[in-house]
């Protein structure tokens, strides 16, 4: 069960790592390319669509598999595992999940209410601009974060 425990850790981490890395590499500078109401419109579809099964357990299961896969680490006599383990879930919980609910969804959720309808080019430039900077610095955070929780869990398994 250890084993098996320390692979759902390390596939759920390295997940949402992938997740997180993807929009630093990608996914916001593309947006930046669009037109700022055209880049509003498209990230508030993408925070619309991301409410979904497939995204849940890559973004919250990850610290409880890393917890569980300490306790069977502890229970197994492995200490140093559980102890990267237990790492891994308190980094990815605050630099992760914390960081999410705190920042980057009031963030999603105020960009929501921008009626792109009824405002001009500039002030969507504007708003898009503000917007994808601070939002983008956050990001680069969880992605550093759950980079680090990855490594947690990779020294885990060494560890095994």
Known sequence: MFRLSLSISLILV????GFFYAYVASGINGLNTMAGIDAINAMNAING??????FFPFFFLPPIACFIA????????????????A????????????IT?????PM????????TATINAAQGDEIWG???RDWYFWNVVRT???????????????RA
Do not use: E, H, K
């Open 144 to 158: 550093i974060c759950s980079g680090f929780a990855l490594l947690c869990v990779g020294n885990a398994l060494f």
């Open 14 to 17: 390295g997940g949402i790592f």
């Open 49 to 54: 669509a991301i409410r979904n099964p497939i």
């Open 130 to 132: 503000a917007y994808a």
């Open 87 to 98: 790492v891994a879930g308190m980094i990815y919980l605050g630099g992760g999940i914390l």
């Open 70 to 85: 300490c306790a069977l680490a502890r229970a197994n006599m492995r200490p140093t595992s559980a102890i990267w383990l």
């Open 108 to 115: 999603n959720q105020s960009l929501m209410l921008v009626d």
């Open 101 to 105: 609910m705190l920042i980057n969804v």
